[in-house]
């Protein structure tokens, strides 16, 4: 289980969030919704373990998270902007990620269909094969979390699918998913639905 606790978040006197606290079981959804600038994307980060909060606590299946090594343990990240080695191929990305070179487990592969892909560079991707390439990277270790950013940003209907294909398996296998979104689609798929107002959870 996931359990958020009075998370906040203070920039000098800016208050980027505000006690936001919610639980979420092996196999949920949830999704943060909210307008730009409501505090979705620093709740990831801080749940990824890239940002501390300025109080509150985090537990992933009954461990505090206080260190960086028990974010990456048990939660991938994949955020907005694209952070894959454009020059290197799709396997050696992967690599890099789980530090573990040759080819990706058989499972990965299959779920986001790798396999005509592992030896291309990442340059010659489109947009929503990169898209598939980050979740790979990030889901790698078969973390028990998962954060997504506004995954479908941008992609085409065809390259949507596929990804919501992935979201399904992934919870299928008891995976948690806590996706930053204004996707209709992906706010329906959610078995919990967070909402931001300027930092504070609304009402």
């Known amino acids: 289980m996931l359990c958020v606790s009075e998370i906040s978040k203070k920039y000098k006197k800016k208050i980027i969030l505000q006690n936001v606290s919610f639980q979420a079981k092996a196999g949920e959804m949830v999704a943060l919704v909210g307008e730009n600038g409501s505090g979705k994307s620093t709740l990831l980060n801080i749940l990824s373990g890239v940002v501390r ?16 090594r028990m974010f990456a343990k048990y939660c991938g990240y994949v955020p907005q902007s694209n952070g894959l080695m454009e020059e290197l191929s799709v396997q050696d990305n992967i690599s890099l990620w789980t530090g573990r070179s040759g080819k990706p487990d058989d499972r990965l592969i299959r779920m ?7 030896q291309m ?43 919501y294909q992935i979201m399904r ?9 806590v996706v930053a979104t204004h996707e209709e689609r992906e706010i329906a798929m959610a078995d919990q639905i967070v909402a931001f107002e300027n930092g504070y959870l609304a009402e």
């Open 53 to 68: 909060p300025s109080s509150g606590v985090i537990y992933c299946f009954g461990q505090r998270m206080e260190r960086r």
């Open 112 to 118: 986001l269909q790798l396999e005509d892909i592992l």
């Open 121 to 163: 560079p990442v340059v010659k991707l489109s947009g929503g094969m990169k898209r598939r390439v980050a979740v790979a990277c990030a889901v790698a270790n078969f973390p028990p979390i998962l954060l997504l950013d506004e995954p479908t940003a941008a992609l085409d209907v065809k390259h949507k699918e596929q990804l």
């Open 169 to 177: 398996d992934y919870l299928s296998m008891n995976g948690i998913l």
